[in-house]
């Protein structure tokens, strides 16, 4: 670890020589290449020299209790060696997170994806509720959300929606949400005050930038039409919405929230690039090639990645065991205790295999 971690500080360094190079710097794009690298690595760099200065206390508080006579300034030694041993040991459990491999996507924006499952117009209202839920939590970390395509029916449901999300480590925040989403609550129609169960699916796609999925022009057929739905008069004049369909895949995407045609064509196109960059990793991993179902399952009530029991107030992650008895603040967006223990979770099982 410490070689590795030398290499890290001399590449930090290099990076700084490099940007202030005045040759460098007359190169905008360059810059900004050199500046994402730098700031991957900080944090490692600052653990990194805050180890080696405990370390070097840590050796001369050592010294001085080996050769002090005075027991008094021994036993004060003594305490500030064992307060220095604590803050190089909680350095080191950071240091050891911080060389975890990243996932290459934690840092983009993501496109999240809400349908409807098991439960017919339960199951539609509870996918509004998911939606807001995500959208205040978005808004708690001041990110940006823009619905790409909804399927909206009556009394508020959400058939299907696609939005967009945007904003740093979006994706490391919002990856783990991916699953069936369960609810258990009486529904509004429900005259004898019956416990109704019914699920959502939830997908959560790194949003890919052209860099990432290389998408030939012609093996892409686009189709423009009037969208459908809300959206005034003006949309119903002229055709904006579009579709977007990649023959090699045959992965679909489709964007009509937009007045503008070039601007739904632009969403629709960052939407496909997702979902083939999510299919293309789902290959090289040999997991199933359809990247929607290897995330969400059926959708069928025994399929959970969550419970949301609204009698009980309760909310269970069932992958971490969590249990949580606020479910009023949980579905208005406050759901970080529910991701960090997922971080977590996901940090340990990494430490672990790279332990073996």
Same mark, same amino acid.
């Given at each position: 670890?410490?070689?590795?971690?030398?290499?890290?500080?001399?590449?930090?360094?290099?990076?700084?020589?490099?940007?202030?190079?005045?040759?460098?710097?007359?190169?905008?794009?360059?810059?900004?290449?050199?500046?994402?690298?730098?700031?991957?690595?900080?944090?490692?760099?600052?653990?990194? @020299?805050?180890?080696?200065?405990?370390?070097?206390?840590?050796?001369?508080?050592?010294?001085?209790?080996?050769?002090?006579?005075?027991?008094?300034?021994?036993?004060?030694?003594?305490?500030?060696?064992?307060?220095?041993?604590?803050?190089?040991?909680?350095?080191?459990?950071?240091?050891?997170?911080?060389?975890?491999?990243?996932?290459?996507?934690?840092?983009?924006?993501?496109?999240?994806?809400?349908?409807?499952?098991?439960?017919?117009?339960?199951?539609?209202?509870?996918?509004?509720?998911?939606?807001?839920?995500?959208?205040?939590?978005?808004?708690?970390?001041?990110?940006?959300?823009?619905?790409?395509?909804?399927?909206?029916?009556?009394?508020?449901?959400?058939?299907?929606?696609?939005?967009?999300?945007?904003?740093?480590?979006?994706?490391?925040?919002?990856?783990?949400?991916?699953?069936?989403?369960?609810?258990?609550?009486?529904?509004?129609?429900?005259?004898?005050?019956?416990?109704?169960?019914?699920?959502?699916?939830?997908?959560?796609?790194?949003?890919?930038?052209?860099?990432?999925?290389?998408?030939?022009?012609?093996?892409?057929?686009?189709?423009?039409?009037?969208?459908?739905?809300?959206?005034?008069?003006?949309?119903?004049?002229?055709?904006?919405?579009?579709?977007?369909?990649?023959?090699?895949?045959?992965?679909?995407?489709?964007?009509?929230?937009?007045?503008?045609?070039?601007?739904?064509?632009?969403?629709?196109?960052?939407?496909?690039?997702?979902?083939?960059?999510?299919?293309?990793?789902?290959?090289?991993?040999?997991?199933?090639?359809?990247?929607?179902?290897?995330?969400?399952?059926?959708?069928?009530?025994?399929?959970?990645?969550?419970?949301?029991?609204?009698?009980?107030?309760?909310?269970?992650?069932? @992958?971490?065991?969590?249990?949580?008895?606020?479910?009023?603040?949980?579905?208005?967006?406050?759901?970080?205790?529910?991701?960090?223990?997922?971080?977590?979770?996901?940090?340990?099982?990494?430490?672990?295999?790279?332990?073996?």
């Amino acid at each position: 670890m410490l070689q590795k971690l030398e290499e890290i500080e001399s590449r930090y360094d290099d990076l700084e020589k490099d940007m202030a190079d005045p040759e460098v710097a007359a190169d905008y794009s360059r810059v900004q290449n050199l500046a994402k690298e730098q700031a991957a690595i900080r944090k490692l760099v600052t653990l990194s @020299r805050e180890r080696r200065r405990l370390v070097t206390e840590i050796d001369e508080v050592g010294a001085l209790i080996r050769n002090e006579a005075d027991e008094e300034m021994t036993a004060m030694a003594k305490e500030e060696l064992a307060e220095l041993e604590i803050q190089l040991d909680r350095v080191d459990r950071d240091l050891h997170v911080e060389l975890i491999p990243k996932d290459p996507n934690d840092n983009k924006n993501v496109i999240v994806e809400i349908r409807a499952a098991a439960g017919g117009d339960e199951a539609g209202l509870f996918a509004a509720v998911l939606f807001r839920m995500y959208s205040r939590y978005a808004q708690r970390r001041d990110w940006g959300t823009e619905v790409i395509d909804a399927n909206e029916t009556g009394l508020g449901a959400i058939k299907e929606i696609v939005f967009q999300v945007k904003g740093n480590g979006a994706y490391s925040r919002l990856k783990h949400e991916s699953g069936t989403h369960r609810v258990q609550r009486v529904p509004v129609t429900e005259s004898t005050g019956r416990i109704h169960t019914s699920t959502a699916t939830v997908a959560v796609l790194p949003e890919a930038e052209e860099v990432d999925v290389a998408v030939n022009a012609g093996d892409l057929d686009i189709d423009i039409f009037h969208a459908s739905g809300h959206g005034g008069q003006n949309v119903q004049k002229v055709a904006t919405a579009v579709r977007i369909t990649h023959r090699p895949t045959g992965i679909m995407a489709i964007c009509q929230d937009e007045r503008s045609q070039f601007k739904n064509k632009e969403k629709a196109m960052a939407v496909l690039r997702s979902r083939i960059l999510a299919l293309e990793t789902e290959r090289a991993q040999r997991e199933r090639a359809d990247a929607r179902r290897s995330q969400v399952g059926t959708g069928d009530r025994s399929e959970r990645v969550r419970t949301y029991n609204f009698p009980q107030s309760r909310i269970t992650d069932h @992958r971490i065991g969590l249990t949580l008895h606020n479910l009023e603040q949980a579905v208005d967006g406050d759901i970080d205790a529910i991701i960090d223990g997922l971080t977590e979770y996901e940090q340990t099982q990494k430490l672990a295999a790279v332990a073996t």
